[in-house]
């Protein structure tokens, strides 16, 4: 492990390395995450909602991640990270290397990075669980490790992105040109994605081989890719290129398979399951739990990007109709073609995937006078239930690593 990159960290956070003499766990903790009461305030659901958490049971650990300095944390390692990615001992590889770079920084440095700090939380959480002999030996690396791990996550996300934007043909990532839309790019693009997926397992080969974690987090990262693959598979058989989508497949359960294989394996279920492995300690049943619960949050996840994308704020989101516009199998175009009359449906096929503001325009009309907006409350509020039933039946350690997950997504604008 790069002894550069414990010494940023324990400079972004100088108290994370103890002297085990003086303090316990518990009490390192304390000192490390001093946090405050936070209110989440949702846009989507109600603050009264019925089925409420345990607050009292989870304040403590929710507050001590709520006071993490991630980003910074980061940051740290983005350095280190960066060096990895860009050396090979061959100097011919000179002008490669070089290109790799761009492609780093384009596409990885400016992300929203949500699965990054979602493993960095998950790391914080189960290793707060542990006892003190294990603790003691995480206490120099572990924090470079989840840090590490957390920019593999991030590169694996680059990676689908830049694919991703390429098979639909899309326009704009993140306010910016996507990565395949350069000039000086194009279908290079396609390499470029595999020299990022190629990265994350260079990384994971530097840093952690020999470690008792190092097969179970590969495997983590093969059995995920795996899995969003054939995600993404289904999403473009459902909505073919150059084609009209094929709306016989708009089911709601087809959406809540697209949203299990495509969103929620690597968007929730991979930032954890790595942040388990890492620290060790836990069950199969940990894992089939955490996966069902990881699978209900990519769903709320998902739900909530086709809402915004058809009524959020195009000030902050960047985005309007976009799903509409490219056909896409989504919430609403699911539960609408489920339910609507025959007229109605009609009009849908006449204008849905078109890329004209009439057609759009229609299709939202539509949405709203068939009242999808309230069905699409009631579906909230009941995931909302479901969600927080799962997780007040957890400990305060893991059921607190998951409650601040949920108010983070709650919070969600863009």
């Known amino acids: 492990m790069s002894g550069h990159l414990t010494h940023r960290l324990f400079r972004v956070i100088p108290n994370l390395q103890r002297s ?62 960066r060096d990895d990615l860009t050396y090979e001992n061959d100097l011919r590889l000179e002008d490669a290397l070089k290109w790799c770079a761009k492609v780093f920084d384009y596409n990885v440095k400016n992300g929203k990075k949500i699965r990054g700090i979602a493993l960095l939380k998950a790391y914080c959480s189960y290793a707060f669980n542990m006892d003190d002999d294990t603790w003691n030996k995480w206490d120099s690396n572990g924090w470079t490790s989840a840090v590490i791990l957390a920019w593999c996550v991030e590169l694996l996300q680059a990676y689908f992105i830049v694919l991703d934007d390429i098979m639909d043909q899309s326009i704009l990532r993140r306010g910016e040109l996507c990565w395949y839309k350069k000039p000086d790019v194009g279908l290079c693009a396609i390499n470029d994605g595999l020299l990022l997926q190629c990265g994350v397992y260079k990384l994971l080969e530097k840093h952690f081989a020999g470690s ?89 996840f998902q739900s909530q990007d086709d809402y915004l994308d058809c009524f959020g704020n195009s000030k902050i989101t960047g985005k309007f109709g976009n799903d509409i516009r490219e056909g896409k199998c989504t919430w609403f175009s699911a539960k609408f073609l489920e339910e609507a009359s ?21 299709v939202l009309q539509l949405y709203k006078s068939s009242s999808m907006l309230e069905k699409f409350e009631q579906f909230d509020e009941l995931l909302h239930s479901e969600i927080v039933s799962l997780i007040n039946s957890m400990d305060s350690i893991k059921g607190g690593l998951f409650y601040n997950l949920f108010s983070q997504l709650r919070k969600r604008e863009k």
């Open 20 to 81: 085990v003499t003086t303090q316990s766990k518990q009490q390192h903790f304390r000192t490390l995450l001093l946090g405050t009461n936070i209110v989440y305030k949702s846009k989507y659901l109600h603050l009264n909602h019925p089925k409420q958490y345990d607050v009292d049971k989870y304040a403590e650990l929710n507050n001590r991640l709520a006071a993490v300095p991630y980003l910074d944390l980061l940051e740290t390692g983005l350095k280190s990270v």
């Open 212 to 300: 008792e974690c190092y097969n179970n987090v590969l495997h983590e990262f093969l059995q995920i890719t795996h899995k969003t693959v054939y995600g993404q598979c289904l999403d473009m058989l459902f909505n073919p290129i150059n084609q009209k989508p094929r709306y016989e497949k708009f089911t709601f359960d087809n959406y809540q398979t697209l949203v299990e294989y495509k969103t929620s394996n690597y968007t929730f279920g991979l930032p954890v399951h790595l942040a388990m492995h890492l620290v060790g300690g836990s069950s199969a049943e940990d894992f089939n739990f955490t996966r069902k619960l990881c699978f209900k949050l990519g769903l709320y």
């Open 342 to 362: 025959e007229t109605d449906k009609k009009q849908f096929l006449d204008n849905y995937g078109n890329e004209d503001k009439e057609s759009i325009a229609k």
